[in-house]
């Protein structure tokens, strides 16, 4: 079964401070990983994909994820953190030819000033 | 157009009431989903719709009854609902089945449901 874990439910940052936001996952087969994001009170924003073309994907916003097939992980990160990064970040796998997009349980990101 | 457009976006219902939520979007995309997020949680699949036909129903209880009209709308009819059914009801979008040729979907901003 495929399944995403992030770790740590809430992160806090400094404005100006890298962030960093932890994403694995587990797939019997190669996945598409995505991570996006949820501002307060809206939808989900695609932020940026990985679709096995670079290890290295540059997303909007300035955010980047590389994804790691040894550590099965695909974290986020973004060199300098600002007030408007603040928002739920949710990483997500779709395994396979397959409908379903599975999400981990998110990551809450505070940017303090 | 790279939207899409849920209404309304706020829903205060009873429980004996009936009301629909509607979705739609003009990018040409042919498969749409239904998801259901609660507070501080993940969004969960509730419906996919590929083109124009239902292809994923994950058990969700028959007081939700979803309807895909046309390749641009897709609606969310809702009757006798439960106090815990109040979410935030998103609707998404992707070029075609398998989220994984377009990387990813394109979603809507939710309707905010609260059932008394």
């Known amino acids: 079964a495929q399944s995403v874990t992030q770790l740590g439910s809430h992160v806090s940052v400094s404005e100006g401070a890298l962030v960093l936001l932890r994403c694995n996952y587990s797939?019997?087969?190669?996945?598409?990983l995505f991570w996006y994001v949820q501002y307060p009170n809206q939808g989900l924003q695609l932020l940026l994909k990985?679709?096995?073309?670079?290890?290295l994907v540059k997303g909007i916003n300035g955010f980047e994820a590389e994804f790691k097939k040894s550590e099965t992980s695909f974290h986020l990160t973004k060199p300098s953190a600002h007030m408007s990064d603040a928002a739920e970040y949710f990483c997500?796998?779709?395994?396979?030819?397959?409908?379903?997009?599975?999400f981990g349980p998110g990551t809450s990101l505070s940017v303090i000033p | 157009d790279t939207e899409v457009t849920q209404t309304p976006k706020h829903l205060v219902m009873g429980m004996t009431n009936k009301k629909s939520l509607k979705c739609e979007q003009h990018?040409?995309?042919?498969?749409m989903y239904w998801y259901k997020q609660k507070a501080k949680k993940p969004p969960e699949l509730m419906f996919v719709?590929?083109?124009?036909?239902?292809?994923i129903n994950e058990s969700v209880p028959s007081r939700f009854s979803p309807e895909c009209p046309n390749s641009s709308l897709l609606n969310l009819h809702l009757h006798a609902l439960q106090p815990e059914d109040s979410a935030l009801y998103l609707c998404?979008?992707?070029?075609?089945?398998?989220?994984?040729?377009?990387?990813?979907?394109?979603f809507g901003s939710g309707t905010r449901l609260t059932v008394v």
């Open positions: 998404a979008s992707s070029q075609e089945r398998g989220a994984r040729r377009l990387g990813g979907y394109t």
């Open positions: 797939s019997s087969v190669p996945p598409y």
């Open positions: 990985y679709t096995s073309a670079a290890t």
């Open positions: 997500a796998v779709s395994p396979g030819d397959h409908d379903k997009v599975i």
């Open positions: 990018m040409g995309h042919r498969a």
């Open positions: 719709y590929s083109y124009e036909k239902l292809s």
